[in-house]
């Protein structure tokens, strides 16, 4: 008997995990469509997406663009249909007629959609991890309720479910720790007392991935690191003491577990994001990603460096922060994302120095105070509440 095909929905197909996974779903024309697409800007790439995979709808999330886009697509006789708005995001991604969602919006932007596939049940493919870690056990709530697949699409995500056993009920039981490898990003060994003199463009020349603008400077910062700290405890429900991160230049290993006897697993492959993308689209099968296989005959090595080792603390102060804000009260870890979104997007239009991320994240932890959310509309007013509050404190900065 031959399956019907699988309609997916790409929230944030023109990021760069939206564009990879229109490459993944190209190469299995037998096993998926295209059944909706986001964008915010890049309006012409939204426009040549829709062309060529011709989708059912396409959501542009920013009001000027969807007029031009209707009107372009009207113009080249397209069938899409263009919803405007974030709240179609929302609708798109519990829509019935869709299967899967990959939620590649960058930043808490795409909480609302993340929870709307969760609540509809649906396979939700999650790269956007600021959803998860603002939206905490809320995000876990609803995929339960909904009955939802929720797989991990960022790398070490993807790589511990790789080496887990299939059997979620063993978890507590049998892992001993999750360790997070981490590349150390473009400044792992430049002298943390010339931090403050980087450019935006240094800061996002990642010497392993190539990404979005805002997870590029997180990966400079280790801030990416710390968010994945926070995904990994909501995720696979472990405390945070048994999460751990290790500096492995190459990328090749993608993460570890070690459980309770002390053998370690680990998930490896090239740094390309089309091998979790492909793993999280066909899961519990494999189907081919477009990635390369790894040649063990021209690898020069690989090499591991514990956080404690040389001046990593002293490089990397935002890390902490990761295991800070999951101690707090519920909430602190959707304080900790506002600060550092609003802190990177001003250090990106060179408002503040690269070290003051790092000031911002920490002064907003400490200077805001909330009540713990107990709904999502709770939440998201969190989110706001935060952001105000960490644009206040930079206009205190001086560059
Ligand atoms: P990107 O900046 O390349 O793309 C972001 C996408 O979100 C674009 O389609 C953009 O139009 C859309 N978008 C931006 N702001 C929006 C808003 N306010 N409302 C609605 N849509 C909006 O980012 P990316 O590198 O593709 O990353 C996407 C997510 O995946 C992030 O959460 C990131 O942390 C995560 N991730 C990325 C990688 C990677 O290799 N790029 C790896 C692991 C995890
Ligand atoms: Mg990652």
Redesign the pocket.
Known sequence: MTERKQRVAV??????????TLDVLERHPDRFSVFAL?????IDL?FTQCLAHQPQFVVA??SGASKQLQSRLAAAGSPTQVLPG?EA?DEVAAHPEVDVVM?????S??LSSCIAAARAGKRLLL?????LVVGGSFFMDAVRVGNATLLP???EHSAIFQSLPTDRALWPTVVDKIILTASGGPFRSRDPATLFEVTPAQACAHPN????????V?SATMM?KA?EVIEAKFLFGLDASRIEVIIHPQSVVHSMVQFVDHSVVAQLGVPD?RG?IAYGLSWPQRIASGTQALDFSAMAGLSFETFDSGLHRTRFPGLRLAWDALAAKPGTTAVLNAANEIAVAAFLEGRIRFDQIHAVNQATLEGFTFTSPVSLPDILALDEGARAHAQQLMQGLSR
């Open positions: 929230l944030g197909s023109t990021g760069s995990i939206g564009v990879n986001s964008g915010h800007s890049r939204l999330t920013d974030h995001l939620a590649a919006i960058v930043g932007a795409g790269a956007n991890k600021e959803a699409i960022d790398s991935w190539s990404m979005g603008r805002k997870i590029s997180d990416n968010l994001m979790p």
